[in-house]
T-cell receptor, first 112, second 115 residues
Framework: DQQVKQNSPSLSVQEGRISILNCDYTNSMFDYFLWYKKYPAEGPTFLISISSIKDKNEDGRFTVFLNKSAKHLSLHIVPSQPGDSAVYFCAASPLNNNDMRFGAGTRLTVKP | KAGVTQTPRYLIKTRGQQVTLSCSPISGHRSVSWYQQTPGQGLQFLFEYFSETQRNKGNFPGRFSGRQFSNSRSEMNVSTLELGDSALYLC??????????????FGSGTRLTVV
């Protein structure tokens, strides 16, 4: 049951431009949404999260937007840097337990 | 402090065999979750343990099982291995018993290859 979906398996952008990664979810019981970044041969690392009561959360170059009515969230990276090249996973979690579900991931390539 | 440790890093098994993977969480973390990562499927949730109890379970067959010890270390077992079980198995620990925006800390994973 794919409760969290990332429909774009890959994205390529030029250094300095904006990267926009998208994610859709089906379960309206999710309370928190998170983005993780993964490099090869390493585990995913937490990047940024947003509560379902908010529509935007910003942390430096990273901003996550949440559209609850559309069950859609996106991660914006501005400006993109070559070191941002990685696989990005969208995840969602209910408030009261650690049942976190992930999307299939989007491979971001930032070209110098 | 030490991160999440998964052993072994790599494993090759034959179809029909069984395998046990180990995960040592960050000291003080009581929640351990297991995920299977395969190309195109992302991270599929296997199960989550908290204080030695399985609290959440994903949609995997009964061949996949796990347990957690009193020191919070966790093991997962896969019996009667199939070729499709080849994947990267990741565990993550969390300090909180609840969910929410408290990101997990993941280990580097165990790469299982079934031949």
């Amino acid at each position: 049951d794919q409760q969290v979906k990332q429909n774009s398996p890959s994205l390529s952008v030029q250094e300095g431009r904006i990267s926009i990664l998208n994610c859709d979810y089906t379960n309206s019981m999710f309370d928190y949404f998170l983005w993780y970044k993964k490099y090869p041969a390493e585990g995913p690392t937490f990047l940024i999260s947003i509560s379902s009561i908010k529509d935007k959360n910003e942390d430096g170059r990273f901003t996550v937007f949440l559209n609850k009515s559309a069950k859609h969230l996106s991660l914006h990276i501005v400006p993109s840097q070559p070191g941002d090249s990685a696989v990005y996973f969208c995840a969602a979690s209910p408030l009261n337990n650690n049942d976190m579900r992930f999307g299939a991931g989007t491979r971001l390539t930032v070209k110098p | 402090k030490a991160g999440v440790t998964q052993t072994p890093r790599y494993l090759i098994k034959t179809r029909g065999q069984q395998v046990t993977l180990s995960c040592s969480p960050i000291s003080g973390h009581r929640s351990v979750s297991w995920y299977q990562q395969t190309p195109g499927q992302g991270l599929q949730f296997l199960f989550e343990y908290f204080s030695e109890t399985q609290r959440n379970k994903g949609n995997f067959p009964g061949r996949f099982s796990g347990r957690q010890f009193s020191n919070s270390r966790s093991e997962m077992n896969v019996s009667t291995l199939e070729l499709g079980d080849s994947a990267l198995y990741l565990c993550a620990s969390s300090s909180t018993g609840g969910g929410g925006g408290y990101g997990y800390t993941f280990g580097s994973g165990t790469r299982l290859t079934v031949v």
